[in-house]
């Protein structure tokens, strides 16, 4: 039998590393925009479409998607091929595949901006930008899978395991997660309300986490850490153990985000249970990595790529080992809605996902390219500038979590809240978002010469873009090798390999969400609570366009502390009608579950015209356009069609009548800020929205307060 000749195809992994550079400069940059509206809101420039409501999902999907996203796909396409001894399974599938995830990441830097979101967290996109995610995330899988299918190579490798579990996995994550009904081009609703929307959000959210961020990397580690360390993974038992737990027990873990809300109390212990459980597999992970060092540490000492994957491997470890403590309740209970959950999650963003694809991208760019990198010295710089960038982001707003969840749950001897005002809060962080955004600064520096030194070292060689190779054509039977074991059976299944991968993360998947939606005590119904008018649906979806969501949270959770400065807590039948639910998960401004009959008109116009008029100290941006902009009336009857639809109890033929009734509503509420000698025509969005603040936690009867 003689050895098949065949090109690698190194054109694709080149253009997806050129785009994780490039959107990588940009998401971090508007990222550093973001940090600085949160000491200086003016940063907006006035701007209605770069405020941080409308930015900050911009630069989540950005960091995500773009630059993370492209550094899988090509992290993937460059060691898939190698491990299978095969060029992918199509060109034309892998052109599509590049320029169609391109279309997408520039469909969302157009759409969120303007406002048109969804609000779910990592999953802002409306519905046509989440149908093109599914056609590529397919054309992404028939190349993978028809590679595998052509393979000269029986064996698949660890990182395989992790790319095929990858896929299967985001495939049920994204399309579950995007129920939704359209009732225009560009907005939707989503089929779930409150309790099991939130359920299905941060089921979605955390394995979001989990398996992009996570088990695609895990795979590349694999990969890339014994070619740069030329040695063999540590354990192969270890590997075998760390993927199928990690899988398993990742999965169950979503609902620690929802500790003290009003999801049932099974689901959330369930999802602290598991949540500490994921230590084990998750540090199985980081040191089956760092044990493949043994013996090389000189190497790391004289070798870049060994540095950043030390530190991004440390990284991970520490962010898999945090995130099972803030799953701890009483943990919880100090850390979430604080800055405590932003360093967490960056330590991870910029620790493990950058460093390792900074890693992949200085070590594979000179091999495609034929020659040397340009200048280590300049990486070297990159590596110290960018683990200073990690320190200086990340432990001031640890600071910051650790002042703001403490000063909040505070109480004088007296029995009163020390700090009723919960600007006392930020302002007293403020220095740390300072710090933050000089982090984020450093840390985006080293990825502007990281860009310059490649390109440089791009120069200076020659794309090979069809690597010659040769290997011996797939043995027509599998031959058993002494000491082979019976996960060998498996790992030259690749098709049984994903059906078991499908099944294992479907297990937690159903039990966990099958009851919440199946048990009606789940969510028990209060009958004061009525659907959203017109007027206010409509408040709803502006609120929802301009990102107050992402510094104002809707749920008050059953501590002493909350009931004190915000009103009685949340009930689950409250968000009945919610779709989506908007509980939110970081507090920059106050709770507004009970928001509704604290002030009055004027105050939320003026509020909204100038926070820092009304809130001495604010860090709220101006919504000064809300006063100019007509509110669009045409889509009343299709919103409240599609509520109906949903379950939501408007009478039939009630969209006939609806807008009499909200331009009532709207007439009224102008007239009560006239009698403040506040002219403001009824049909303004201003309107809308602030008929909405007011509705907000009125139904039922609650203890009210009006601390800030």
Not at 376 to 391: D, E, Q
Not at 600 to 605: G, I, K, Q
Not at 629 to 637: C, G, R, S
Not at 673 to 701: C, N, P
Request: net charge positive.
């Amino acid at each position: 039998m003689q050895p098949e000749k065949f090109y690698y195809d190194n054109k694709i992994v080149r253009n997806f590393g050129i785009a994780t550079i490039v959107w990588g400069i940009v998401g971090m940059t508007v990222g550093l925009l973001v940090a600085l509206q949160l000491f200086k809101p003016g940063m907006n420039m006035g701007n209605q479409y770069t405020t941080f409501g409308r930015i900050r999902p911009l630069h989540t999907n950005a960091v995500i998607f773009a630059f993370v996203g492209n550094a899988i796909f090509m992290g993937v396409y460059y060691s898939l091929q190698r491990l299978l001894k095969a060029r992918m399974f199509s060109d034309v599938l892998s052109k599509i595949h590049f320029w169609g995830w391109q279309l997408i990441i520039v469909a969302a830097a157009i759409t969120l901006p303007l406002g048109l979101t969804t609000s779910h967290e990592y999953a802002e996109l409306e519905w046509p930008i989440d149908i093109a995610i599914t056609l590529i995330w397919v054309v992404f899988g028939i190349n993978m899978f028809g590679t595998i299918i052509k393979r000269r190579e029986r064996h698949l490798y660890v990182a395989i395991w992790f790319y095929i579990a990858t896929f299967v996995t985001i495939a049920v994550l994204h399309i579950v997660n995007s129920f939704e009904l359209p009732i225009s081009g560009w907005k939707s609703y989503y089929l779930f309300a409150g309790v099991q929307d939130a359920l299905v959000q941060w089921w979605y959210g955390h394995n979001a986490v989990a398996f992009f961020l996570t088990t695609p990397y895990l795979g590349m580690m694999y990969y890339f850490l014994p070619k740069m360390a030329n040695r063999p993974i540590y354990s192969y038992k270890l590997s075998i153990l760390h993927f199928w737990a990690l899988i398993f027990i990742y999965i169950w873990a979503g609902p620690h985000h929802l500790l003290y809300t009003t999801l049932p109390a099974w689901a959330q212990s369930l999802g602290v249970a598991f949540s500490i459980m994921l230590i084990a597999p998750s540090w199985g992970g980081m040191i089956n990595g760092l044990l493949t060092l043994r013996g090389a540490w000189d190497k790391v000492r004289d070798d870049v790529t060994l540095k950043f994957m030390v530190v991004g491997l440390t990284a991970y470890g520490m962010a898999t080992f945090e995130g099972p403590m803030l799953s701890l309740k009483q943990v919880n209970a100090i850390g979430h809605f604080t800055d405590w959950i932003v360093a967490h999650v960056h330590v991870g963003a910029l620790g493990w996902n950058g460093f390792l694809t900074f890693a992949i991208l200085y070590w594979l760019i000179p091999r495609i390219y034929k020659t040397e990198l340009y200048s280590k010295k300049a990486a070297s710089f990159h590596f110290w500038i960018g683990t200073l960038g990690v320190l200086f982001y990340a432990v001031p707003l640890y600071w910051a979590g650790f002042t703001q969840g403490l000063m909040l749950k505070e109480f004088t001897p007296e029995g009163l809240l020390k700090y009723p005002n919960f600007l006392e809060s930020i302002s007293r962080i403020l220095p740390m978002y300072v710090m933050r955004s000089i982090g984020g600064t450093l840390y985006l520096a080293g990825v502007i010469v990281m860009a310059w030194n490649l390109a440089k070292t791009m120069a200076k060689g020659k794309l090979v873009a069809s690597e010659a190779a040769e290997a011996m054509p797939l043995e027509p039977t599998y031959v058993k090798h002494k000491g082979d074991i019976w996960h060998r059976v498996i790992e030259r299944r690749p098709i049984q390999l994903m059906v078991l991968s499908l099944v294992v993360i479907l297990i937690g998947s159903i039990i966990e969400l099958i009851p919440t939606f199946t048990i009606s005590s789940n969510v028990a119904t209060i009958a004061s609570v009525k659907p959203y008018t017109p007027l206010e649906l409509h408040g709803r979806d502006i609120y929802i366009r301009e990102g107050c969501v992402n510094c104002h949270s809707q749920t008050v959770r059953p501590f002493r502390s909350e009931t004190e400065r915000y009103g009685e807590y949340s009930k689950a039948g409250e968000f009945v009608y919610d779709h989506p639910f908007l509980w939110g998960s970081k507090r920059t401004g106050p709770d507004l579950a009970r928001e509704g009959g604290k002030y009055s008109n004027a105050w939320h116009y003026n509020h909204l015209l100038d926070p820092r008029l009304m809130s001495p100290g604010s860090i709220m941006p101006e919504y000064s356009w809300l006063i100019d902009q007509k509110l669009d009336t045409a889509t009343t009857a299709s919103k409240i069609n599609a509520m109906r639809s949903l379950g939501v109890p408007y009478t039939a033929g009630y969209e006939s009548q609806a807008n009499a009734d909200l331009d009532k509503q709207a007439q009224g509420i102008a007239e009560n800020l006239a009698k403040d000698k506040i002219k403001v025509k009824s049909d303004k969005e201003i309107v809308a929205i602030i008929a909405y603040l007011q509705r907000l936690g009125t139904d039922i009867k609650t203890n009210k307060t009006a601390n800030k």
